[in-house]
């Protein structure tokens, strides 16, 4: 701000840039709150999940031992790919999850035990739990981002931007009145002078 120009073109441009960032506030703000109550929604989904996962871990703990038997199940079951789709959460692009596809090799069913159907089942019900909780943290991740980007703004506008305009508004204003008085009185002095020759 130590450049402006004490000008009536620089006061009208102080004043236009003042009504932006007004204008522009408000939607910062609101897009600020809207953020904020998304990230507090996806991380109580993210819990939820984590909570269900858990759960799941618990009901397993049972039969867990028999996975201390040789048998690798990471060479017969593996992710493919995670599906995701894009979701938009006030203007920043999100992955939201739908569903892994798993990858199967087959195994000879009389050389392996009896249980390694289900084991396989609960694996995959845990895979997709934990991809799940994945793409609700990259969710987190980039929606906290943007939250700081907001902030960032809102405070650029709010702190700095908003009163330096309304600074050199008051200053213009207070330079061009000073100067209009000085022309008043200057050309009372003229006109002053004036009568006084025009008397002599």
């Known amino acids: 701000m130590a450049g402006i120009k004490l000008t009536k073109n620089e006061l009208k441009k102080q004043k236009d840039s003042l009504k932006r960032y007004k204008r522009y ?45 040789s048998w690798e199940w990471q060479d017969h079951l593996f992710i493919e790919r995670i599906i995701t789709t894009q979701g938009n959460i006030a203007g920043v692009d999100i992955p939201v999850f739908s569903d892994v596809v798993f990858g199967y090799k087959e195994y000879d069913l009389f050389q392996t035990p009896l249980w390694i159907d289900k084991a396989l089942e609960v694996i995959k019900d845990l895979l997709r739990l934990d991809a799940e909780i994945e793409v609700l943290k990259e969710q987190i991740r980039l929606l906290d981002t943007e939250l700081r980007i907001t902030t960032q703004r809102v405070n650029l506008f709010e702190k700095v931007k908003i009163p330096e305009a309304k600074n050199a ?12 008085t000085a022309a008043v009185v200057r050309g009372k002095i003229a006109k002053n002078n004036m009568v006084k020759v025009a008397q002599q």
């Open 169 to 180: 508004i008051r200053k213009i204003q207070i330079y061009l009145g000073d100067q209009q």
């Open 25 to 69: 506030l408000p939607t910062l703000m609101l897009k600020k709150q809207q953020l904020q109550m998304v990230i507090r929604q996806v991380e109580a989904k993210e819990r939820s999940v984590s909570l269900e996962k858990e759960n799941l871990q618990t009901r397993i703990e049972s039969w867990i031992a028999l996975f201390g038997e």
